[in-house]
């Protein structure tokens, strides 16, 4: 008598005209069935917009990011070191990224940003080279390239002595088998004739060389009472034996035009408009097939291409913009234009990378700025893309002096990422609705089922049967119910999603970055759709089941 309850509820889906279902069960099967379908295919199409918004970040940039609160960043290289020692960490590169215009012909492309990689290691940490659909990496860096040389950061740096004892603003070089310039120095200052030797550029150099102890005592005494008349220049020779010449200033001539200067078409004539140079005189790389070769290879994004109408071995010229004021109050400095030649183009499929990103080599980027051999940052890809939030915080710690900063891939686009959980979660909900809405439909199946049937459960009762097991009839009933609309419902959501993946809806690049509808089928979210919707089932059981299981034999038959 234990499985007859199970055997009830199959009997009570058909109908009194031996149909295999009845009418009211079926919509309540096609309702559980829609809302399940349609869960399943917007989660499987919001997690796809995460996982190809995933990818396209990722195709681009690194795992996790290194920068530094300092106009300079030039010691990068022991930040590397560093950082590729933590576990996880695969790989490591620098990188410099500054906004730049791009031109080609008459076309110009403002806010494209020129990113500085190293040819070499870039590929270990991007999936770039994965990207490119025409040309190859191969030229991107000259050969014999260097980094720039670092400039001057401070009005107070002291000019230290040669080691040679020379200088390019000494007045008096000694030759070869003479005295050295600085014992040549000491025994002039020893009689007194210190100033009328060294100048003014001299004395300056003088007072370093005695302020960094290499003068003797002699030196510095003589330094002191140095006398206010200088010397002959005889006296002076013979000190410093021979080392100072002195230089007869050539004649000047006065230069006049010779011949007839008359311009071509005579005075009346019009300039041109243009003030173009001869190629022999000023070459342009840009009209010059051998020297484009030579020029540094540049990789750009498709869409770019496209707008520039550029193709491979083509010459592009990219223009910095103005920096502001420079130090030393000499203004602000003027826009830098370099010349590259396109080896490569790639498509990322997200349009603002396509679009806005342009590949070059780190030390041609580093060159726009008067900032040497400095970089924006330092990237590295790790081995689990879920632990780049744990080891960016190793990396943090590691390097946890107040002047650098660690982001993973998440926080450098932590923005898109939350808006596109929030848009998940609730479209989840919205669209759980539908399942709800359907469960209602089950609820009133069963309950005109209960309705119909008060006869028999009356019969049921008197004949000994208890009220769980006649709650379990309906309960089974609604399961059923349940189960075959989830089992529909799933089957439809997966034929909808591999539709939806084989015809590749588009989609408008500019508004929704990407060019088709992307579809992620998980199991996982399948599973956890199925057992959210049979749960919801069977919660809309338990009231007409109860009602059911509490009616009582008399008032069944009461009613007939």
């Known amino acids: 008598m234990s499985g007859y309850p199970l055997q009830i509820a199959i009997r009570y889906l058909g109908s009194k005209k031996r149909a295999f279902i009845s009418v009211g069960n079926a919509f309540a099967i096609v309702g559980v069935a829609l809302g399940v379908a349609a869960l399943a295919i917007v989660m499987s199409v919001t997690g796809g917009f995460q996982e190809q918004f995933r990818e396209k970040v990722l195709g681009v940039n690194a795992h996790v990011i290194v920068l530094k609160y300092a106009m300079h960043f030039r010691d990068y290289r022991d930040v590397m070191q560093k950082v590729g020692e933590v576990p996880g960490v695969e790989a490591v590169a620098p990188f410099v990224i500054n ?39 191969e030229g991107m860096r000259k050969p014999g390239a260097k980094p720039p040389e670092n400039p001057k950061d401070s009005f107070f740096d002291v000019k230290q002595a040669p ?213 924006t940052g330092v990237e590295a890809k790790v081995t689990d893309i879920e632990r780049a939030s744990a080891i960016s915080k190793k990396v943090d710690a590691l390097l946890a002096n107040g002047v650098y900063h660690t982001m993973d891939w998440r926080e450098l686009n932590h923005g898109l990422f939350t808006a596109l ?43 000994g049967a208890s009220d769980e097991a006649v709650l379990r009839i309906f309960v089974y009933q609604g399961g059923i119910i349940g189960f075959l609309g989830t089992a529909l419902g799933l089957v439809a959501g997966w034929v909808g999603c591999k539709a939806l993946g084989a015809y590749g809806f588009p989609l408008d690049p500019k508004v929704y970055f990407i060019s088709k509808l992307p579809v992620n089928v998980r199991p996982t979210e399948f599973l956890i759709t199925g057992y959210v919707a049979i749960i919801i089932c069977l919660v809309a059981t338990i009231f007409p089941a109860l009602y059911a299981a509490r009616l009582r034999p008399s008032d069944g038959l009461r009613a007939e």
Request: some cysteine; aromatic content about 4%.
């Open 163 to 375: 080691k040679d004892g020379s200088s390019d603003t000494d007045p008096v070089k000694p030759d070869q088998g003479k005295l050295p310039l600085h014992e040549a120095i000491e025994r002039q200052i020893a009689a007194d004739k210190v100033d009328s030797v060294l100048g003014d550029a001299g004395v300056a150099d003088l007072a370093t060389l005695i302020a960094t102890g290499a003068a003797s005592e002699i030196a510095k005494n003589a330094w002191e009472k140095r006398p206010a008349q200088p010397p002959p220049p005889d006296e002076i020779d013979a000190i410093l034996g021979g080392g100072r010449k002195t230089e007869t200033p050539p004649a000047k001539t006065e230069l006049l035009p010779t011949g007839d200067v008359t311009p071509t078409g005579g005075y009346a004539s019009e300039l041109p408009k243009d003030d173009v140079l001869p190629q022999e005189i000023d070459p342009d790389p840009c009209r010059s097939p051998s020297l484009t070769q030579a020029l540094p290879g540049v990789v750009v994004g498709a869409s770019l291409a496209k707008r520039l109408a550029v193709g491979l071995g083509d010459c592009l010229q990219i223009t910095s913009p103005q920096i502001g004021m420079a130090y030393g109050g000499s203004g602000a400095r003027p826009p830098i234009a370099k010349q590259f030649r396109v080896i490569a183009m790639f498509e990322a499929g997200f349009d603002q990378y396509d679009s806005k990103l342009v590949y070059t080599d780190l030390y041609e980027a580093q060159a726009f700025y008067e900032q040497g051999d400095s970089v």
């Open 99 to 137: 906004p730049m215009m791009v031109t080609h012909g008459d076309r110009t492309a403002t806010g494209v940003l020129l990113k500085g990689v190293d040819p070499e290691l870039m590929p270990k940490v991007l999936d770039l080279p994965r990207h490119i659909t025409a040309g190859s990496l």
């Open 421 to 463: 959980f929030i848009q998940q979660i609730a479209m989840s909900v919205v669209l759980t609705l539908i399942i709800v809405v359907a469960a209602f439909t089950v609820v009133a199946t069963l309950i005109m089922v209960v309705l119909d049937k008060r006869k028999e459960i009356a019969l049921l009762k008197a004949l």
